[in-house]
RNA sequence: GCGCGGGUAGCUUAGUCGGUUAGAGCACCCGGCUGAUAACCGGGAGGCCGCAGGUUCAAGUCCUGCCUCGCGCACCA
């Protein structure tokens, strides 16, 4: 039934675009899952792409590992359900919106309206939707797009929303303060990954300053590269066990250059290690002392009036803080609570007033100091220089040098709105928490539990992120996002909501008690600004209003795993059976993002991880290494390749470029070379069988050919190909999919097309119905059918085809060639029957000794054209006699060899020594033991022994003894090398132990027979070139004219050899002393020349 | 600054437990082969294996320090 029909030229684009439209029409995708509808199921979770831009090549790459995989384990008889995703929350969008409509401020989009904000976002998300899709259907990544999740779904909300109940009810959820980078002109906080977009070297001025000690007469230095948050100290931070000095001034300072001095006498405190660099008056060191000792010390405020005291015990002393170096500063951390995050940390540990000098605005608040109040914060900074450096400092009550010591310009890298270019403020913000540190233990125990490639991702980048979790600040106060479902009331009642249902309950209640609410149905939108409107009660009846926070949007993903399902509100089953899923795969920059949330929500939400297996992927680089990014515009457009290599070579070229978690340099000419070099050799080889088959009418299903009856040829391709079949899944299963690809594609070359179809040509020529062809079309089918199996997962197009047209059926619906665990009874992803899926497995029979012997063979074959080249033989002129001396029995590939290496005839020559002689050469492993220290020179000696032969009797013999150490077979290595003198050469196979060495030598001796045959063989080539370029058909017959000049005589076998194979219908062979009349061809070959004309 | 991963030929890269002469592809040059393709074969040129030190009989491989690139964290007084 399937007789292969004849291959046309290769045209890998549209080739793969008509699949793409077959595949469309039998919903081939669908039935590739539903064929294994009864095996076991594997479970894969599609990260969501943000569509909210173009897709480039990167995510080409991330979508053809997640492929991959998906359809080798669906070829394993896994059920590998695939739903699509799309992330549509979060601040990426809204930028995208803000730009496009030039709402750049938070009061711009409210005087907008957040309705109509949150609209254009909702409507932004799918303007590249189209995009998305083209690019993910034709590059074949088989994923449900039909019928995806999609985060601002209201039952994907609900399902998050759910989410953040269970954490509350578990009192995982908090309301907190944290420092965050903060942009007062946009009024909103950045996440970590955004506040790196903007870093900028900028140069500002820091400050040393000294805070005056109330009980002596004496001040601490502490230094700050923000001015600004001075007004706001009201500690300083010293390391307990750094060494600190009390120095007191001996001499003015010369050359001082910028505000600040002190006078001599004045006595400084600061860490010893810093004295030399920030002091720059001569000193006397009074004292040396830890810094536990200074702890609890009052000091003078240095601006009175900034911050209320409100009855704290610790403000304006001095706390001890492990954290605390001597790298730069003077050892002393001024601490202002609410602008940094140790700040804020420690102040709340000590109890320090935590109060703001700066509003929302950016500005100083009124009460700061005079001089101050109103002004934006990064504007002041010479002011509060001035305030001061004046004589006695801003209160007039400070040294009479002032309270500045010195400032100092300094260069560093500091955090910008990528929006503004402004300077951030790190700022301490009302924000919500979920306690990710009281689950810690458990993160790392699920962490344990996930395979992770590579496993150094796991336990080295994540692992280190997990030991050192924070708290997950988890609001933010944006407009387009999942809401953060909890009300509060001034009071602080708390209410968190978990689904739709309770949510109208709460509203009905708010009703009963004569709260005015509008209407909340039953499919109420879950966004900003409808849910801000419903007002509810607490436990004692006072209003609450939502706290007006949306979530980090990584939250909305983190939580795929279930609310893809609308869990637990679809009954709940789906996510039970599906949990945790056996495979996700993303780049390794998702390590601290979905990676993180996936494991947070899971473990806080289920108390279970999330994922058995992760693949990290590497970061794509362009050409030159750099980063692909939008601003620099390196981005490579995957259709650049779509439409010229086709899909096909550039996933095969993704995966064989290198390790998939290494970084990518993507090369536009790779994957020029991958086409050429895989996919038209391929195309290649399955048109010379497809060709031959249709030619023939071989249906591989009529007829048989037992393998054991073929000829070693072929059962020596069979049997490679089951040996890198082997290697090649074992590869897979270990994750290096570049090696098994790269061997593979070793194996389709050399093996297969250079070796194996180069060899069987003339089989197939044969027009009779021969055992031999037969074979060699079996063989052909076989090998090709399987190819086309291992391949498809990675580049599962031209396969198809070819596939298709060699048995009838869609590779994507056939078997792993290696076995079909998921159909097993009882077989999980994770487990099954390793021998009865050994038994499910279809590959040929190995055959080791033939694949070492067909090396040799191949080995020889080159080697032979060496010696030619060596000897200035040319390949075509037959030799009488070729000689192989030792190495195994090749009898059964001496007609290969012959005509290899073009010889009359092949023998094997038993007298090792006729053409060769033996070389020793040390063997350091077994020697150095023995030899120790004197083992170069014991080497030495085998190397350069001038009578190698005695040398090797004499360990023979046992009586070899060199520098004391006797010398065994086991520590040296012989050699044989050819002898001088013949045409010769010797190769090795193999290594170690097992190593031969093998020579070949080829008689140069001509006969008129050889010149006659070589001449034969010169004239038939240049014939053959110019039928081909007359672009003659193979059938067709030629007439043939022959001149000769200076040329050996032509036998008349020879003659009529030329005759045959350049399909003569008519030839005439001219005499020597003729020469031609008319137009012709010629040439010249060891001082003949040939004229020839074909008709 | 801390952590992770790299640095091998002009480019892309392989290199196992430390072991003899560091292997391949692309590009280049020369030659060959081809009813066989953009393929293939032989040869050539091209390597301080990032630098320095150490361990060792022996280091691309192990150790230490440094330089450099990428990523992540912190950018912090």
């Given at each position: 039934m399937a007789q292969p029909k004849a291959a046309g030229e290769l045209d890998a684009v549209g080739l793969e675009t008509a699949l793409l439209e077959a595949w469309k029409q039998e919903n081939a995708f669908q039935t590739s899952v539903d064929s294994r509808s009864h095996g076991a199921p594997f479970i894969f979770l599609e990260g969501p792409p943000t569509a909210n831009g173009k897709p480039g090549i990167h995510h080409v790459v991330a979508r053809a590992y997640k492929d991959l995989v998906c359809r080798w384990k669906t070829m394993e008889g896994f059920q590998v359900k695939r739903k699509g995703g799309w992330d549509t929350h979060g601040l990426p969008v809204e930028i995208e919106v803000q730009k496009r409509m030039d709402l750049m401020s938070n009061e711009a989009i409210e005087a907008f309206g957040m309705d109509n904000f949150n609209k254009a976002c909702r409507e932004s998300v799918w303007t590249y939707e189209t995009a998305w899709r083209e690019m993910t259907e034709r590059m074949a990544y088989w994923v449900d797009l039909d019928n995806p999740y999609v985060t601002l779904e209201n039952n994907y909300v609900e399902s998050c929303w759910w989410a953040i109940k269970q954490m509350f009810d578990k009192g995982l959820l908090y309301r907190g303060h944290k420092v965050l980078p903060y942009c007062p002109q946009t009024g909103t906080s950045y996440s970590s990954h955004e506040v790196a977009l903007g870093y900028k070297e900028v140069e500002e001025p820091s400050v040393y300053v000294k805070f005056k000690l109330i009980d002596e007469d004496a001040s601490i230095l502490a230094w700050t590269t923000?001015?600004?948050?001075l007004p706001g100290n009201v500690g300083l931070a010293v390391g307990p066990e750094v060494t600190y000095v009390r120095a007191r001034i001996t001499e003015q300072a010369e050359n001082w250059v910028g505000a600040g001095g002190a006078e001599v006498g004045e006595t400084i405190i600061l860490a010893k290690d810093l004295m030399k660099e920030v002091l720059r008056h001569k000193v006397e060191i009074i004292e040396e002392f830890q810094g536990k000792t200074l702890v609890g010390r009052a000091y003078e405020p240095l601006f009175p009036d900034a911050v209320p005291r409100n009855g704290s015990e610790t403000a304006w002393t001095v706390l001890e803080a492990d954290w605390v170096t001597t790298t730069d500063g003077t050892g002393v951390v001024h601490t202002a609570v609410m602008y940094g995050e140790d700040d804020y940390n420690l102040g709340m540990a000590a109890g320090l007033p935590a109060y703001h000098t700066v509003g929302m605005d950016g500005a100083f608040l009124s009460g700061t100091h005079p001089d101050l109040d109103g002004r934006y914060v990064k504007e002041c900074d010479q002011t509060v220089i001035d305030l001061l450096s004046a004589a006695g400092g801003s209160n007039g009550k400070g040294p009479d040098s002032g309270l500045l010591y010195r400032e100092k310009a300094y260069l560093h890298d500091y955090p910008h709105c990528w929006r503004t270019g402004h300077p951030l403020l790190y700022y301490a913000m009302d924000s919500w928490f979920v306690r990710m540190t009281a689950v810690k233990e458990r993160l790392l125990e699920f962490n344990d539990g996930v395979e992770w490639a590579p496993d150094w991702v796991g336990e080295g980048r994540f692992g280190e992120w997990l030991r050192n979790v924070k708290d997950?600040?988890?609001?933010?106060?944006?407009?387009?996002?999942?809401?953060?479902p909890v009300w509060r009331s001034e009071s602080g009642g708390m209410k968190c909501i978990g689904s739709i249902e309770e949510l109208r309950a709460e509203v009905a209640k708010a009703v009963a008690a004569g709260i005015e609410n509008p209407p909340c149905p039953e499919d109420v939108d879950l966004h900003r600004p409808i849910v801000d409107a419903f007002t509810l009660v607490d436990d004692g009846g006072k209003p609450m209003q939502r706290e007006t926070f949306v979530m980090d949007c990584w939250f909305d993903s983190g939580c795929a795993p279930f609310a893809q399902w609308h869990h637990p509100f679809d009954g709940g089953e789906t996510f039970d059976s599906s949990s945790p899923v056996d495979y996700i795969c993303e780049g390794v920059d998702q390590t601290r993002g979905w990676f993180y949330t996936l494991l947070a929500v899971s473990t806080t939400v289920f108390d279970k991880p999330a994922y058995k297996r992760c693949l990290s992927l590497g970061l794509i680089l362009d050409a030159e290494g750099k980063k692909m990014s939008k601003s620099k515009g390196n981005i490579v457009d995957p259709w650049d390749h779509f439409n010229r290599e086709g899909a096909d070579a550039t996933r095969w070229y993704m995966v064989t470029a290198g390790a998939p978690w290494n970084p990518l340099k993507f090369d536009p000419n790779g994957v020029r070379e991958t086409y050429g070099k895989m996919f038209l050799t391929l195309w290649n080889i399955y048109k010379f069988h497809a060709d031959y088959a249709a030619l023939d009418g071989f249906d591989p299903e009529a007829t048989t050919s037992e393998v054991n009856e073929r000829s070693s040829l072929d059962r020596w391709i069979l049997s490679r190909l089951a040996t890198t079949a082997k290697s090649y899944h074992a590869d897979f299963v270990s994750w290096n999919f570049h090696k098994a690809c790269r061997d593979l594609e070793e194996f389709v070359v050399?093996?297969?097309?250079?070796w194996y179809v180069r060899r069987s040509r003339r089989r197939l020529w044969d027009d009779a119905e021969s055992k031999d062809k037969l074979a060699c079309q079996h063989t052909l089918h076989e090998v090709l059918t399987t190819v086309c199996r291992l391949m498809a997962p990675v580049s599962p197009f031209m396969v198809d085809v070819i596939h298709r047209n060699l048995t009838g059926e869609t590779v994507h619906l056939a078997a792993w060639p290696l076995g079909t665990p998921g159909e097993l009874e009882g077989a999980t992803a994770d487990d099954w029957d390793e021998v009865a899926a050994a038994a499910t497995a279809n590959l040929p029979p190995h055959d080791t000794r033939l694949e070492n012997s067909m090396a040799i063979v191949r080995e020889l074959a080159e080697v032979g054209r060496r010696i030619r080249i060596d000897a200035g033989r040319?390949?075509?002129?037959?030799?009488?006699q070729g000689w192989i001396v030792a190495g195994p029995d090749l009898g059964e590939f001496y007609d290969i060899l012959a005509e290899e290496l073009n010889v009359e005839a092949i023998e094997v020559e038993k007298d090792l020594d006729r053409f060769q002689r033996i070389e020793l050469a040390p063997n350091f492993r077994a020697l150095a033991p023995k030899a120790r220290a004197n083992v170069n020179a014991v080497a030495n000696e085998i190397k350069s022994s001038t009578d190698p032969t005695a040398l090797l009797a004499s360990i023979e013999a046992g009586t070899c003894e060199i520098m004391g150490v006797s010398i065994e077979m086991s520590d040296v290595e012989l050699r044989r090398i050819e002898r001088d003198g013949f045409a010769a050469s010797t190769v090795q196979i193999g290594q170690g132990d097992e190593a031969i060495q093998i020579s070949l030598v080829l008689d140069m001796n001509d006969t008129p027979e050889l010149l006659s045959k070589g001449l034969a063989r010169d004239i038939t080539r240049r014939i053959q070139a110019k039928r081909k370029t007359l672009d003659l058909e193979i059938e067709a017959t030629i007439d043939l004219e022959i001149w000769l000049k200076d040329a050996p005589e032509l036998f008349a076998d020879d003659q009529q050899w030329i005759v045959t194979e350049t399909r003569a219908a008519a030839a005439v062979f001219h005499p020597p002393s003729e020469a031609p009349s008319g137009p012709s061809e010629s040439f010249e070959v060891d001082g003949t020349t040939v004229w020839f004309t074909v008709a």
């Open positions: 923000t001015p600004w948050t997950w600040a988890i609001s933010r106060e944006r407009y387009w996002g999942t809401p953060l050399n093996d297969l097309s250079n040319r390949q075509r002129l037959p030799c009488a």
